[in-house]
């Protein structure tokens, strides 16, 4: 068998069905792309089921969680805006009042960085749940 025997017919077929398998049409890749939302949807469909349980939860541990994240963020918000100048201001007053030896620093500021990242996820999903509700779109499903 030489070099000029071979199976030209059978390496093309071959080489044309590697590219085949390699090349997804557009209906291909629709379909990929619908079953991938549908995914999408039903965990989000899952994840609001378990929203729904938590929130209905007798225990103040399994159902406050969201809302003790955001009294948090309150009570941060206070002690940075609020509650931090006027304590810096007395630090400052009370250390030259010789109340508090001059070398100790006053309070720490807070990592601010942190707290507006939460904050603003947690304000953001409100205002677009307040956002469905005035336009009045059903949210209780996701199709």
């Known amino acids: 068998m030489g070099i000029f025997d071979l199976d030209l017919g059978g390496i093309v077929k071959g080489i044309g069905q590697v590219a ?16 991938g939302k549908k995914i999408d ?25 969201r809302p003790a994240v955001g009294w948090v963020c309150v009570a941060s918000l206070a002690y940075q805006f609020l509650l931090y100048p006027f304590l810096v201001w007395g630090w400052l007053l009370a250390q030259g009042m010789g109340w508090i ?15 507006l990242t939460l904050l603003t ?23």
């Open 101 to 115: 030896p001059s070398e100790l620093d006053y309070p720490p500021i807070l990592d601010i960085g942190a707290l």
């Open 20 to 35: 085949d398998d390699l090349h997804t049409s557009t209906e291909e890749e629709l379909q990929m792309e619908l079953e």
């Open 121 to 143: 996820g947690m304000l953001g999903m409100g205002a677009l749940r307040t956002y469905d509700k005035v336009q009045g779109t059903v949210t209780d499903s996701i199709d």
């Open 41 to 65: 949807a039903d965990l989000m469909k899952g994840q609001m089921a378990v929203n729904q349980v938590e929130a209905n939860h007798k225990s103040i541990f399994v159902a406050g969680w």
